[in-house]
């Protein structure tokens, strides 16, 4: 029973690494560097009946204990998984914000063809799952793990992204700051020139009205 115990136990190991991963990602990308309380009692549930399967005197009960294990680990990995989304889709969202549409259009255009639809796709599958509440063992857990964790790669590409696109967002606030110094030496000189060409106007029409008076009086 023991050699059959320890290949069960065994079972639990990939589960316990996604679990593991899906809990330092949330950890590791948590601006306030909170403690998640939720996936921890959940982990802890789950040692709570690994252990009573260690004590278990038949293979039903063993079967039972590690069964409730794995359920409990699956619970641990969807909290965090769920806390995983909506950190990474709101500092993702967040690294954004300070550019405006026209320079994500020329500089990063999959923002809103591919990742933008990405993450409120993963957004509205994980309210799916809140709602659902249900947990199926055959590689469910594998697949949402997989499809979640897609967001670390997208925060990667985001990241990449960033020095292109604030050096295109400096290079048109310096052409706008440009552009209007130009205008408001344009101006300057159309005040100056307004300023100098009026009375230059005035004199010299009163000098051809004074020379037509001579002229006619002669």
Same mark, same amino acid.
């Given at each position: 029973m /023991?050699?059959?115990?320890y290949?069960?136990?065994?079972?639990l190991?990939p589960c316990?690494?996604?679990v593991k991963s899906?809990?330092?990602?949330?950890?590791n990308?948590d601006?306030?560097?909170e403690? #998640?309380?939720?996936?921890?009692?959940?982990?802890r549930?789950a040692?709570?009946h !690994? $252990?009573?399967?260690?004590?278990a005197?038949?293979i039903?009960?063993?079967?039972y204990?590690?069964?409730?294990?794995?359920?409990?680990?699956?619970r641990?990995?969807? *909290?965090?998984?769920?806390?995983?989304?909506g950190?990474?889709?709101t500092? !993702? !969202?967040k %690294?954004l914000?300070? #550019?405006? +549409?026209e320079?994500l259009?020329n500089?990063?255009? *999959?923002?809103?063809?591919? !990742?933008?639809?990405?993450?409120?796709?993963?957004?509205?599958?994980?309210?799916e @799952? @809140?709602m659902? @509440?249900?947990i199926?063992?055959?590689g469910? $857990?594998s697949?949402? $793990?997989?499809?979640i964790v897609?967001?670390?790669?997208?925060?990667?590409s +985001?990241?990449?992204?960033i020095p292109?696109?604030?050096?295109?967002?400096?290079? %048109?606030? /310096?052409?706008?700051?440009?552009?209007? /110094?130009?205008?408001?030496? /344009?101006?300057? %000189?159309?005040?100056?020139w307004?300023?100098?060409?009026g009375?230059?106007?005035g004199f010299?029409?009163a000098?051809?009205i004074?020379?037509?008076?001579? #002229?006619?009086t002669k």
């Open positions: /023991r050699e059959i115990y290949d069960k136990l065994k079972e190991y316990y690494e996604k899906a809990i330092l990602l949330v950890e990308f601006e306030e560097q403690m #998640y309380v939720a996936p921890m009692n959940q982990l549930s040692l709570d !690994i $252990f009573k399967s260690v004590t005197t038949d039903e009960r063993c079967d204990e590690l069964k409730e294990a794995k359920e409990h680990m699956e641990a990995g969807y *909290d965090a998984l769920e806390l995983l989304a950190n990474l889709g500092n !993702i !969202i %690294k914000q300070p #550019y405006n +549409v320079t259009t500089v990063f255009p *999959d923002y809103f063809t591919d !990742i933008l639809p990405k993450i409120t796709d993963i957004r509205q599958k994980v309210a @799952r @809140r659902e @509440r249900n199926n063992s055959n469910f $857990f697949a949402y $793990f997989d499809e897609e967001l670390v790669d997208i925060n990667k +985001v990241d990449k992204k292109a696109l604030q050096e295109y967002s400096d290079k %048109k606030v /310096r052409e706008k700051q440009e552009q209007q /110094r130009e205008e408001q030496a /344009r101006t300057k %000189k159309e005040r100056v307004n300023y100098l060409w009375p230059s106007i010299i029409s000098a051809l004074a020379l037509l008076t001579w #002229y006619l």
